[in-house]
């Protein structure tokens, strides 16, 4: 197995969010805040909190996790729950397709007829998302 693939295998076991580039995060600021969403995170831990908003403030990771999803939706869907923990019992942050925070949700709370990522695929896609990001660094080091 090659040390990338090894790499990768690690980071699965691991949540870890490779940071945002610096455009994204402004990017998010000029959308405003989805006050609703951030009045919620008291329903969450401080380690789920942790990872919300750093969803919440990476905008292109999001679009990624949607779009790598999305075939798991439907066509007619418009909000999606992103699981922090459990795929049933969550909690869970509400996303609406377009990338837009719409609320969280305690553990034990209903997310309805809404399809779940859950935290494997979360954690998977937000690796994949690193290594691409990884990538794409030594990309334009080497470029020099």
Known sequence: MSSSRNAFAERLAVSHV????????????????????????????????????TLYRDAPLVKVILLLHAPDFGDRTKRVAISLDQPEQGPFIIVSCAGHFVTCLACGMRVGRRPIITRKKLDATIAYVGDLRAWADAAKFNRG
Request: aromatic letters at 2%; one cysteine or more.
């Open 18 to 53: 490779p940071p945002a580039p610096e455009s994204s995060v402004r990017c998010r600021a000029r959308e405003g805040h989805d006050r609703h969403f951030l009045s919620r995170l008291d329903r969450l831990n401080d380690g789920q909190v942790e990872l919300a908003l």
